[in-house]
């Protein structure tokens, strides 16, 4: 699977999970501060766009994985 791949998928479970967590309607609710991971992971998607740093990339790079296109989404 390529880097981006990766990260649009780890973006997404994050997110489901954080929302899952943080919203008071969810079986699975926790406390609403897991919003705050919501919320950060939206903006390093969104600074990712502009400035192509990512950190998971970064990382994935390191673990061997192979590029396919353009990275976090961007």
Same mark, same amino acid.
């Given at each position: 699977? /390529?880097?981006? #791949?990766?990260? %649009?998928?780890? /973006?997404? *479970?994050?997110? !489901?999970? &954080? @929302? /899952? @967590?943080? *919203?008071?309607? &969810? =079986?699975?609710?926790? &406390?609403? #501060?897991? !919003?705050?991971?919501?919320?950060? *992971?939206?903006? #390093? @998607?969104?600074? $990712? /766009?502009?400035? %192509? !740093?990512? =950190? !998971?990339? $970064?990382?994935? %790079?390191?673990?061997?994985?192979? &590029? ?7």
């Amino acid at each position: 699977m /390529a880097i981006e #791949n990766v990260i %649009r998928a780890f /973006a997404g *479970v994050v997110i !489901l999970l &954080s @929302l /899952a @967590l943080g *919203v008071a309607g &969810s =079986p699975l609710f926790q &406390s609403t #501060n897991w !919003l705050w991971l919501t919320a950060f *992971v939206g903006f #390093n @998607l969104f600074q $990712s /766009a502009f400035t %192509r !740093l990512c =950190p !998971l990339e $970064s990382v994935l %790079r390191r673990l061997g994985l192979k &590029s396919g296109g353009t990275a976090c989404g961007a």
